[in-house]
Nanobody, 115 residues
Framework: QVQLVESGGGLVQPGGPLRLSCVAS????????MGWYRQTPGKQRELVAE???????NYADSVKGRSTISRDNVKRTVYLQMNNLKPEDTAVYYC?????????WGQGTQVTVSS
């Protein structure tokens, strides 16, 4: 079993920065796919940022230029750095990791952007 635990969410001010962390119960290596997704009530879960097994990154248009996905293999942690947060960024953010051909989801962390 693989467990992913997100943290770093909460209430943040518009325009502020945010760093989300996802700690895995197993080692995360470069060949594993990892991504951050988010979901709001009544909406489908959408991709925010991802890093493919080849190391390339992709971002949703709504967060391009102000988001960065990264990882620390020693800490077994995947990060999502976001800047200039907007109210529309409010959502539950989920970490996802695929180890070989099996995918795993975190429990999610709530991010609320409001003044």
């Amino acid at each position: 079993q693989v467990q992913l635990v997100e943290s770093g969410g909460g209430l943040v001010q518009p325009g502020g920065p945010l760093r989300l962390s996802c700690v895995a119960s197993i080692s995360i290596i470069e060949s594993y796919y990892m991504g951050w997704y988010r979901q709001t009530p009544g909406k489908q879960r959408e991709l925010v940022a991802e890093m493919t097994s080849g190391g390339s990154t992709n971002y949703a248009d709504s967060v391009k230029g102000r988001s960065t996905i990264s990882r620390d293999n020693v800490k077994r942690t995947v990060y999502l750095q976001m800047n200039n947060l907007k109210p529309e960024d409010t959502a539950v953010y989920y970490c996802f990791v695929r180890k070989w051909n099996t995918g795993y989801w975190g429990q999610g962390t709530q991010v609320t952007v409001s003044s």
